[in-house]
């Protein structure tokens, strides 16, 4: 029902994390582009607002959740299909046992077993089944969990469709070296070797907080027992330690 650019489609791509997912998302865009798709890559934060004015032929967007099944129910009331294409839902953490308690008997499970970590994907999505049936298309991460999701009917089968995540294609070897150019960059700022260290939501946000220093030497003191260097730093010598959170950097929470 969208309005047609040039007799083309259009398909919006939603962008949650532009730091983490644009590139990819950039991929897919690139690849829609060359079918013959106008594509738009719209901030989560201003799907409800910009969808009217692209008044496109279908939303691609980033989760279906609790905390936004409400706006994307109002975005197919429009008439505007949408799809799902997970962010950050394809990889869980083995739940303990109180986490999957009275859920299909799941709680007297091996906690160990993917099965138990897949739960914790039912914890926060959509809890409208009316929204999920709506959906138009879901992309799954891997095949068991295509599997999974079917199995416990979060979507039907002809919802499914295995596409894996856009940002992996990085690892693809015509893009591997894309992506090592740009990270050339922080090995020019920061210096060789460099760590990873791969974490959840962060406490100390930069961009966000004004106290992101004070959070930091907190935490850091709490790990080391209060004897920590970085627990008595003070906001200035932070920067000396080369702490960089990319993600944070860019993310509202």
């Not at 983490?20 to 799907?47: E, T």
């Not at 990889?91 to 046992?97: C, D, E, N, T």
């Not at 930069?206 to 030497?217: H, M």
């Amino acid at each position: 029902m969208g309005r047609k650019f040039n007799g083309q489609p259009r398909v919006v791509l939603v962008v949650d994390n532009p730091l983490r997912d644009l590139p990819g998302l950039i991929l897919v865009a690139w690849k829609l582009c060359q079918s013959g798709v106008n594509c738009f890559l719209v901030p989560m934060y201003y799907l409800t607002r910009e969808v009217w004015g692209l008044s496109p032929d279908f939303v691609l967007i980033n989760y279906l959740r609790m905390n936004n099944q409400r706006a994307v129910r109002h975005v197919m009331n429009a008439g505007f299909p949408v799809g799902v294409l997970e962010t950050e839902g394809g990889v869980f953490s083995v739940l303990p046992p109180a986490g999957v308690r009275g859920n299909d008997g799941l709680a007297d499970r091996d906690p160990d077993t993917p099965v138990a970590a897949w739960e914790e994907y039912a914890l926060t999505m959509a809890s409208e089944e009316k929204t999920r049936s709506r959906i138009a298309r879901f992309c799954a991460w891997s095949e068991p969990f295509a599997a999974y999701a079917s199995q416990r009917g979060w979507y039907r089968p002809d919802q499914i469709t295995v596409t894996g995540t856009p940002r992996m294609d990085f690892y693809a070897r015509e893009w591997r070296e894309v992506a090592c150019g740009v990270a050339s960059v922080f090995h020019a700022r920061y210096g060789d070797p460099m760590v990873l260290i791969n974490g959840s939501f962060p406490l100390a946000n930069p961009r966000f907080q004004s106290s992101f220093c004070g959070t930091l030497a907190e935490c850091s003191a709490k790990g080391s027992g209060g004897h920590g260097r970085c627990g008595q730093s003070s906001c200035q010598d932070a920067p000396k330690h080369h702490v960089y959170f990319p993600a944070a950097s860019v993310r509202r929470r």
